[in-house]
């Protein structure tokens, strides 16, 4: 039941991307859906998280009024619109599920996620 994440690229800085992460159904009605990131020789960082109850959002702050998480329940999918990237932004980015809170967390708890897939780079370039 991994979740596959998709649409990083190379991309200028100040550039925007979109990414994906495809689920199954029963995965984003029950949990909490995660965005992360990993940069080399960095650790994992929690982006962003949709609630499965109600859709409410979170952000950390090195995303807030850059980014943006939603999802599409007909397509089992749920995006994050990157903006106004930056050189830091450069990181491979995976999505989860929560499957200890319905609500996401703050800050997010990698340990409460599985599911993780492959994920996808993103690659900035000044």
């Known amino acids: 039941v991994q979740l596959q994440a998709s649409g990083g690229g190379l991309v200028q800085a100040g550039g925007f991307l979109r990414l994906s992460c495809a689920a199954r159904?029963?995965?984003?009605?029950?949990?909490?859906i995660g965005w992360f990131r990993q940069a080399p020789g960095k650790g994992r960082e929690g982006v962003s998280c949709i609630s499965s109850s109600d859709g409410s959002t979170y952000y950390a702050d090195s995303g807030k009024g850059r980014f943006t998480i939603s999802r599409d329940k007909g397509k089992s999918t749920v995006y994050m619109q990157l903006d106004s990237l930056k050189d830091e932004d450069t990181a491979v980015y995976y999505c989860?599920?929560?499957?200890?809170?319905?609500?996401?967390?703050?800050?997010?708890?990698?340990?409460?996620?599985?599911?993780w897939g492959k994920g996808t780079q993103v690659t900035v370039s000044s």
């Open positions: 159904d029963f995965v984003l009605q029950y949990y909490a």
């Open positions: 989860a599920a929560d499957l200890t809170h319905t609500q996401c967390t703050d800050p997010l708890i990698p340990h409460d996620y599985a599911y």
